[in-house]
């Protein structure tokens, strides 16, 4: 199923054309032209979506759930055409297109099923103390309502999962909040197509004009335009420190400050404990290159630092990493800007002082080949620069002289994503001084498996203390992340046909 993109904006469930156009920039296939996104296309989409508030931010839990199940059907209707164009122009595998196809359209299942429960309403109630001495207490009720419209700005590593439909798209609309998209310019033939489901959806399901609008990828004015409308009032975006940074920024500058939820990248240290090292180094050292080059590293829970003690066994997993990593071949990157700045990141590190260099390639233009590192524990903590993320298949081994020097480099990391303790039960002491360390650096942190798969479940947390996102409360994967789009409202002796329906009763 060929699908041939017409480039034009949705706002407010029509496609709009609009110049000036750009060309996209596939890896393989036919480029095309897409309108570029405008100032004058966001204030449209902004105002439609807090029009369609009034209906949408109302309507009932069965009802959005019904939606949420028809977006999914309707991706799933278009998937060999969403494949055929997603790795077209990112470059993934088939395989992988089709897996993050299914989590898509797993995460929009999930929260149709999540808010049919109803548990995440929090609903609280204390009823009225007329008699109570020395003051009476009113009827209290407590409910979350969804906050208004919301920004999502589209994730160039994930043109499903991460995107148009993706995650904080699918928790605002759970939540009852209608979305405006930013399109990244690295896909927008597969934002297109999404698009396109998600307004057949709409269609089908009678849904007010402006619940979804997609704006296709613009320059910098045009995100900013974006946060910076009064309408809006949350933004979702996973992107790099400095984009992210810019935006939060922007958010904050407000006349009326919003929360911007950005998840920014991280590091995701591994800590290889002596005896899991000593009993299984070899193996751990093919597991930890496997994900470190899965997807041309270009995960933002890629484990791109190990940490180990000095010694033979120490030694054995440097040398497995190291011949696993030269056996891996060159692979393509999502951009040639992404590309590019992994050179740079590559060249940097080269240029560190006391960084022993393992293993280093030559990277033409848009491909990734493994990079190997090594520094000590020492040089380390003298050089806060090498903590910071290098967006691809490049790995740092921290050598440490013992398990005190262990903790001081776990102390030194800033926040991440995920933190992972390699251990045998041998090495539970030393996880008992490691555990308490990690859980106030990371959102995840995880026993004797690496952190590239993130489950998309009520358990998980995507999220940490910054730099790896901008909000330590929040999570953008997982169930709890529709909390990121609510508010408690209290209602105090409000007559019961006059509450919210899911607090009557």
């Known amino acids: 199923m060929t699908y041939t993109p017409h480039g034009k904006h949705l706002i407010a469930g029509d496609w709009i054309e609009t110049e000036p156009k750009f060309t996209s920039e596939p890896v393989e296939g036919p480029s095309h032209e897409f309108c570029m996104g405008t100032v004058e296309m966001v204030n449209a989409a902004c105002e439609a979506a807090e029009e369609a508030f009034w209906d949408y931010g109302y309507s009932s839990r069965e009802t959005r759930a019904t939606f949420l199940d028809t977006i999914a059907d309707e991706i799933d209707a278009r998937g060999e055409a969403i494949t055929e164009i997603g790795t077209q122009e990112s470059g993934l595998p088939e395989a992988r297109l089709n897996g993050e196809r299914g989590r898509t359209v797993g995460q929009l299942r999930l929260f149709a099923d999540h808010i049919r429960k109803g548990d995440y309403l929090d609903r609280r109630h204390d009823e009225a103390l007329p008699d109570r001495q020395p003051l009476p207490r009113p009827d209290l009720r407590m409910i979350q309502r969804p906050i208004g419209p919301v920004a999502v700005f589209g994730a160039s590593n994930f043109p499903l999962a991460f995107s148009t439909a993706g995650g904080d798209t699918a928790a605002a609309l759970a939540a009852g909040c209608p979305v405006v998209v930013k399109g990244h310019p690295a896909h927008p033939g597969t934002g297109e197509i999404v698009a396109e489901a998600i307004k057949a959806a709409a269609d089908k399901c009678n849904m007010p004009k402006g619940v979804f609008s997609l704006v296709q990828g613009g320059s910098h004015d045009v995100g900013q335009a974006l946060v910076q409308h009064p309408r809006i009032k949350a933004v979702g975006f996973t992107g790099s420190l400095a984009g992210g940074k810019a935006l939060y920024d922007l958010c904050a500058q407000r006349p009326e400050p919003i929360p911007f939820f950005g998840e920014l990248g991280s590091v995701n240290p591994m800590f290889l404990l002596p005896e899991a090292t000593s009993a299984r180094g070899e193996d751990l050292g093919v597991g930890w290159a496997a994900s470190l080059t899965m997807g041309a590293g270009q995960f933002c829970t890629n484990p791109g630092i190990a940490v180990v003690m000095e010694g033979d066994a120490g030694e ?111 090495d539970a002491d030393l996880a008992r001084r490691l555990l308490p360390v990690l859980e106030r650096k990371a959102g995840r942190v995880l026993a004797n498996g690496f952190p590239t798969g993130v489950e998309v479940c009520d358990a998980m947390v995507h999220g940490g203390p910054y730099p790896a996102s901008t909000n330590f409360g929040a999570t953008s994967v997982g169930t709890l992340s529709i909390r990121r789009f609510l508010r408690p409202v209290c209602y105090q002796n409000i007559p019961e046909v006059l509450l919210p329906e899911d607090l009557q009763g």
Do not use: H
């Open 316 to 426: 054995a997993f440097v040398k497995s990493a190291l011949a696993a990593l030269e056996a891996s071949g060159a692979q393509v990157m999502l951009t040639d800007g992404i590309a590019e700045a992994y050179r740079k990141g590559a060249a940097r590190m080269q240029e560190s002082g006391g960084v022993q260099e393992l293993l280093t390639q030559v990277c033409d233009r848009r491909e990734a080949k493994p990079y190997l590192f090594r520094v000590s524990a020492a040089d380390w903590l003298e050089n806060a620069a090498l903590s910071e993320e290098v967006f691809g298949p490049l790995g740092l081994i921290v050598t440490v002289k013992d398990a005190d020097e262990m903790v001081k480099v776990a102390r030194s990391f800033e926040g991440q994503l995920t933190a992972t303790l390699q251990m045998d039960d041998a």
